[in-house]
């Protein structure tokens, strides 16, 4: 793959792919920065060799056309910001205004284009809406590893029309990173999983039994584990059609050597809301009416023992309902435990858009390894899939 460093981007457009779709407010004020700050490096350093850049990204999943709140030119104060100069803004990203723009683009310039979905043909993978997109730039970067498990027009389809195709920065750091856990992690390799479905990550903790030593499950999903064994959850979230999956889990990492871990007691609630009333009991023993929310401090001392001796540690989703603050605590211990033990000197992987957003509000961004810019894109990449983002790069 060509790399950012190795080619110089000096005269040349480059195309680039990035993944702007951040959470907004109802105000469109921007809730979480990261996917913004993390193509800078990418952009400065074509403007730096003498070169421009065409930015395009989706926001949203708009449904094949537009729809005003998910116009990227809300991000545009921000990048103006940003990059310390005025951004472009072609209010479509093909047709005569793109093509115009694109065009008159000077060395040192940066042009957004607006959201790529706004096209049905981007999701699709539209060959022909790709010929177009192309003919914007001289070269193709893709730094849109959030989006690179999307098949899509703009972030794979794209690259048989350029000769030259550059893995960006971005791209290239999270592959890195996720190697860095899957092939060269020391051991002892710690997994924490939570979130509220089992369904989605099952691929993932499948795949991570052959990598890691200890296999942490808390949140929503642990109850399906509670409810197999026969324990008693109550409310609680869980899918019963997962039963089954949970105990071949089981057996499968007793199999593998991996120690599981699962809560030993949970902080309960009689309602679905911050301020239901709560109580802690232990795993298995949730009365009637009741749901947890969150894991209890036996199961927060546990855990974060087991990742605090950890020497790679790799986090994916919040132990409990963290936007509820009153049921935050077991997510907020779990960030101050992966920030212990990066301290002590383990290399931490966070993925996911929550947890990566737990850490970040919290403030412990610098204090962990690598925060992935990438949810669906990291594990898919951990359940051993190509990515066909960076399979287009390849080619
Ligand atoms: N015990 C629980 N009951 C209900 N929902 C839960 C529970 N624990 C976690 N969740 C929810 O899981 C969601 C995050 O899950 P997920 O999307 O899988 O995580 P991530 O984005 O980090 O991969 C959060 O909205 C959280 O409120
Ligand atoms: O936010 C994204 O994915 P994520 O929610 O899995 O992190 C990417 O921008 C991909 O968006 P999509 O899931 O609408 O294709």
Redesign the pocket.
């Given at each position: 793959m060509k790399t950012v460093d190795s080619f110089n981007f000096s005269g040349k457009k480059a195309l680039i792919r990035v993944d702007f779709n951040v959470p907004l407010n109802k105000s469109f004020e921007i809730t979480d920065d990261t996917r913004l700050k993390a193509v800078l490096p990418t952009v400065s350093k074509v403007l730096k060799d003498g070169g421009s850049a065409i930015l395009m990204s989706h926001l949203g999943r708009p449904k094949g056309g537009p729809e005003e709140k998910y116009s990227l030119k809300h991000i545009l104060p921000y990048l103006n910001k940003m990059f310390g100069q005025e951004v472009l803004f072609a209010a479509d990203c093909i047709g005569e205004d793109a093509k115009a723009k694109a065009a008159a683009l000077k060395p040192g310039q940066v042009l957004l284009l607006e959201n790529l979905r706004f096209y049905p043909e981007e999701e699709k993978g539209d060959v022909e809406f790709a010929k177009k997109l192309s003919v914007l730039g001289d070269v193709w970067v893709n730094d849109a590893f959030g989006t690179a498990h999307r098949a899509h027009a703009s972030t794979a389809v794209i690259g048989q029309f350029f000769k030259d195709k550059v893995c960006g920065y971005v791209m290239q750091a999270e592959l890195d990173n996720a190697n860095k856990l899957l092939k060269q992690g020391e051991k002892p390799i710690t997994a924490v999983m939570?979130?509220?479905?089992i369904s989605?990550?099952i691929m993932v903790i499948e795949n991570l039994l052959d990598t890691v030593d200890n296999l942490i499950i808390g949140?929503?999903m642990s109850?399906t584990f509670t409810k197999a064994l026969g324990g008693k959850i109550g409310k609680?979230?869980n899918e019963p059609d997962k039963l089954e999956l949970a105990l071949s889990l089981i057996e499968k990492a007793k199999a593998k050597n991996v120690k599981l871990y699962l809560p030993l007691d949970n902080v309960v609630a009689d309602d679905f809301s911050n301020d239901a009333n709560k109580q802690t009991v232990k795993t298995g023993e949730i009365p009637d009416g009741w749901?947890?929310?969150?894991i209890g401090p036996e199961t927060v001392k546990l855990f974060s023992e087991v990742v605090a001796n950890s020497k790679t540690v790799l986090w994916?989703?919040?132990?409990?309902?963290?936007?509820f603050a009153n049921f935050a605590t077991g997510t907020i211990a779990i960030a101050k435990a992966v920030k212990e033990a990066t301290q002590k000197g383990a290399f931490s992987l966070i993925g996911?858009?929550?947890?990566?957003a737990a850490i970040n509000n919290l403030g412990f961004g610098n204090d962990v390894s690598y925060v992935s810019t990438g949810?669906g894109a990291l594990l898919e990449y951990f359940e051993g899939k190509t990515l066909p983002g960076v399979a287009a790069l390849e080619k």
């Open positions: 939570g979130g509220s479905k989605d990550k949140g929503g109850y609680s979230i749901e947890g929310l969150d994916n989703g919040p132990m409990g309902v963290f936007e996911g858009g929550d947890s990566a949810g």
